[in-house]
């Protein structure tokens, strides 16, 4: 089956602590993306990456890191820096084919700091 | 302008009944315009969308319509069901471009 997996589903996390979300595709599609979701505040861009080993901030990249090494995968590192990373964290991709930029995203894993 | 406003932020509706969600934009360059459905606890996936060289596009209870002049989009949900209860996200991109902008989701439920 083509899709995106994101692990773990659940994480929780001591403050102080940095940690790494996975998100994986098998769709071969060039762009991905992180979204942090906050309740009534829509999907928020944290980082995006158009091909492997570039990557460009969204509109709130502040006390986030990412990595493109493969083309299937885009990890996310939240860091100690991040003063409020409990949310619900989705990951993307699209194909840059076609020009649409329909966006494929995977089930998310939702963060809480203990 | 970047933002794409969207209402109400919540929504009931009876079972059969028509919902209607509601998006406004302020950037013109914004030429492609989907709607996201997300049911609790996944993520979203696209419903539906549209170009601004037409004013409706209609796939199957779906209905999107859009007023360029006035900057805004609608989705219209007909005979609608409990399965429909989701929360929705209108957006709007550049063809050809890598950033989307949501608007802030409205939550749909529909009373049996």
């Known amino acids: 089956d083509g899709g995106i997996t994101q692990s773990p589903k659940y994480l929780f996390r001591k403050e102080g602590q940095n940690v790494t979300l996975s998100c994986e595709q098998n769709?071969?599609?060039?762009?991905m993306y992180w979204y942090r979701q906050d309740p009534g505040q829509g999907l928020r861009l944290i980082y995006y990456s158009q091909i492997v080993n570039d990557f460009q901030k969204g509109d709130i990249a502040e006390g986030y890191s990412v990595s493109r090494e493969k083309k299937e995968s885009f990890p996310l590192t939240v860091t100690s820096a991040q003063k409020n990373p409990t949310a619900f964290y989705l990951c993307?991709?699209?194909?840059?084919?076609?020009?649409?930029?329909?966006?494929?995203f995977g089930p998310g894993t939702r963060l809480t700091v203990l | 302008q970047q933002q794409v406003k969207q209402s109400p932020q919540s929504l009931i509706v009876q079972k059969g009944g028509i919902s209607i969600i509601n998006c406004a934009y302020e950037?013109?360059?914004?030429?492609?315009f989907p709607w996201y459905q997300q049911f609790p606890g996944k993520g979203p996936a696209l419903l539906i969308a549209?170009?601004?060289?037409?004013s409706e596009k209609k796939e199957g209870r779906f209905t999107i319509s859009f007023n360029k002049s006035a900057k805004q989009f609608s989705l219209h949900i007909m005979d609608s069901q409990p399965g429909d209860s989701a929360t929705y996200f209108c957006a709007a991109s550049r063809v050809g471009g890598f950033k989307t902008i949501f608007g802030a989701g409205t939550r749909l439920f529909v009373k049996a």
């Open positions: 950037n013109t360059a914004f030429d492609y």
């Open positions: 993307a991709s699209s194909s840059l084919a076609g020009g649409n930029n329909e966006q494929f």
């Open positions: 549209i170009r601004p060289d037409v």
């Open positions: 769709l071969n599609h060039d762009a």
